[in-house]
C-alpha cells in the first residue's frame, strides 16, 4: 500500500467536481433552507459537503462524522440526504444552534403558536434594560433594546424545552445582529463603536425570521422524514467513547491555529442571554473546553511549552515543531503585544493530535476524511500546519493523504502583519 500520496499537489485528478466548486464559505448557506437560520461565518459551504458525499458515495447505510461541527452544516446536509450524522461540537452556543437546527421537523403552525405567543406576551412585559453590559447598551438604541428585553422575558416566562420554545429562541438569537446598531468586523467580533447602516427593527426581524423558518421547516419536511442527526455537546479531544457505532467518512474544518478566538465569536450573544457578564467570563464558559488555537487560551491556562513539547501526541512532528515554537519563543521577545504563540502552536498540535486518535479509534478501515486546513504564521514564523495534521494523521494509523491547495491567502490585506505567503485547502485522508 502506497503510505503518502503527494502533498501540496495542485493538479488534481481524482476529484475535479469539487475542487471546482469548493470556494464557498458560510455566506453561501444564507441562501439555503435551514442552514439560513443562523449566520456563523467559521461555517463551509453545504453544497461542499453535498458534493464530497456524493463523490465518495456515502449513503442512508453510513455514517458520516464531523468533530467540529459548528453550526451544524454537514449534520443539516446529511438530513437532506437521509443519511446518519454525528456532530461534535465544544462550544455550548454554538452547539445549542446546531442542535435548534436539526429540530426542523416542528410543525409550522406549532412554530407560529409559539412565536404569536411571545409577541402577545412581549406587549405586557415591563422591560429593564438598565442592567445590561455595556457591551449590549452600546450596541442598540433604546427603543430597539427595550423591544428585544420585553420579547427575551416573553420567553424565559414560557420556555417550555420544546422543539417550538427552541426554535423560537434560535429565531431571537438570530435576529440580535440585524436589530443592532453596532458593525461586526470579519469572524464576528463585535464592533459598539462603529455603526453600521442597515438596522432592522425588533419586531418586523422577527416576523421574518420565523416566517422564513416555517418555509423552510415545509421545504424540509417534504424531502426527509426525521433527523437522523446526532449531536454531541461535548471535546472532540475524548470523542470515542461517546461515539454510539464505527463511522464510514468524515468531514470537518477545525479551528485553524491562527489566532482567531472562537470562544469570543458569539459574546454578544451570550452577553445578551445572560451567560456572561463581559470578556472576562468567556475563558471558563466557553475557551477552557476548546481546543488551543488562539494565545489568549495558552496563556490563560498557563502553559509551559517544555510540557507541551513532552507530550506523547507530538512525537511525530517533535523536530520540526520545537523548532518553530523556539523560534516563536525568540521571536516573542522583540514584540510588545509578548502574545503565547509558541504555547498556542505546540498545544494546537498536540490537540489536534488527541482529535486523530479518537477518530482512527472510531472510523472503520478504508474510511475517508476531508479536512478544510489553513497553515499560519504568529509574528511572521511559518507554521506548516497542513502538513503537521497530516503526519499526526499518519502517525494516528491512518494510511495516505494528500493535500489540494485552494487559494492562497495573506497576500492581499494592506494591513497584514507580515507577508509570509499562506494557503488554505483541503487534506484528503484515508485509511
Ligand atoms: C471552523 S468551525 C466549524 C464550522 C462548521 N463547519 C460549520 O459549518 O458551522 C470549528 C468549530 O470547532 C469548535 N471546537 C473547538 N474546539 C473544539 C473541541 N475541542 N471539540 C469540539 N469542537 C470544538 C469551535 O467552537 C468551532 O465551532
Known sequence: MQRQLTLFEDDVQATP????????????NMALPVHRWFRYSAGFAAEWVDQVLTEWGIGRQH?????FVGSGT???VCDTRGTPSLGVEAHPLVARVCKSKLLWKTPPQRLDAFAGKILVQSGKQRSQTAGYPPLIERSYDADALTSLDAMKRAWLASQDESPASELVWLALTAILRPTSKAGTAQWQYILPNKAKKRVLAPHP???QQIEMMKSDLRWMQARAGRSLAEIIAGDARTLADKTPREVDAV???????NNYDYADALRFEMT???????????HDAVRKYL???SSQHSSRERLRLADLLESDAVTPIHA????????LAEVRKDHGGKKHYHTMVAAYCRDISLVLQQLRRVCKPGSRMCWVVGDSAPYGVHCPIEKWIAELALAAGFETYRFEKLRDRNTKWKNRKHRVPLQEGLLWIQG
Open 17 to 28: 467536481a469539487i475542487k471546482v466548486s469548493r470556494s464557498g464559505t458560510f455566506v453561501d
Open 251 to 257: 468531514i470537518t474544518s477545525p479551528p485553524y491555529a
Open 320 to 327: 520540526e515543531l520545537t523548532q518553530v515554537v523556539e523560534r
Open 272 to 282: 445578551f442571554w445572560g451567560d456572561v457578564n463581559g470578556w472576562g467570563d468567556i
Open 74 to 76: 454537514l449534520s443539516v
Open 291 to 293: 481546543i488551543v488555537s
Open 63 to 67: 455514517l458520516v462524522l464531523d468533530p
Open 205 to 207: 426581524a422577527f416576523r
